[in-house]
């Protein structure tokens, strides 16, 4: 099975740089993707790490180490529309990609 | 296209009924998934289905069976409705030249059980 961790709540200003953390014990482990999710919203996928090392997206980059089992989202040049929650989620190495969520990490974004 | 659709949007059931959610995409995806979300939580898988007429059992499985008779549509059915089963069911898809770790969202479907 797999379990994964991250910080319930983050808050910043406008403008600023966010880190969303996240670690986890998983068997069968292929990679991490990032969601995002406002209230009442369906999930939107954000990114994706099957190698250790950066990947950027626009404003948003994540990280992968596998021989610390960490992970984690940047934000940068944040926005009021950026308040969400944020999901890291385990991406199985088997056939039928499953995915394993974290609880989520609310954002709130200060004017 | 109008991506992945979930009917209906929102249901109220009484302990004990039985209802069926129904799971639509139109993007050719192999790959489909049942997840619930109850409050301040992740997401968990209760069934997927790799294609047609194949289904395998999630994370949370009990109370809930599913079907993929097409292979757009994935259809979730609750038995016998319980009050534990009150959650926000979400459907999502991929397909097998996508990335690993992209999974495309339904609106989801609000059940409350009383």
């Known amino acids: 099975g797999q379990s994964l961790e991250q910080p319930s709540e983050v808050t910043a200003v406008e403008g600023a740089i966010v880190q969303i953390n996240c670690t986890y014990q998983t068997s069968g482990f292929y990679g991490l993707s990032w969601y995002q999710q406002h209230d009442g919203g369906a999930p939107t996928f954000l990114s994706y790490?099957?190698?250790?090392g950066l990947e950027e997206t626009g404003r948003f980059s994540s990280f992968l180490s596998r021989s610390d089992s960490y992970g984690y989202l940047l934000l940068q040049e944040l926005q009021m529309k950026d308040s969400a929650s944020y999901f890291c989620?385990?991406?199985?190495?088997?056939?039928?990609?499953?995915?394993?969520f974290g609880s989520g990490t609310q954002l709130t974004v200060l004017p | 296209n109008a991506g992945v659709t979930q009917t209906p949007k929102f249901r109220v059931l009484k302990t004990g009924q039985s209802m069926t959610l129904l799971c639509a995409q139109d993007m050719n995806h192999e790959y489909m998934y049942w997840y619930r979300q109850d409050p301040g939580m992740g997401l968990r898988l209760i069934h997927y289905?790799?294609?047609?007429?194949?289904?395998a059992k999630g994370e949370v499985p009990d109370g809930y069976n599913v079907s993929r008779l097409k292979k757009q549509n994935f259809l979730l059915g609750l038995e016998s409705a319980a009050p534990s089963q009150t959650s926000v069911y979400f459907c999502?898809?991929?397909?097998?030249?996508?990335?690993?770790?992209?999974?495309?969202f339904g609106p989801g479907t609000r059940l409350t059980v009383l």
């Open positions: 790490n099957a190698l250790d």
């Open positions: 999502a898809s991929v397909g097998s030249g996508g990335a690993f770790g992209e999974q495309f």
């Open positions: 989620a385990a991406i199985s190495s088997g056939s039928a990609r499953q995915l394993t």
């Open positions: 289905s790799v294609g047609e007429g194949t289904t």
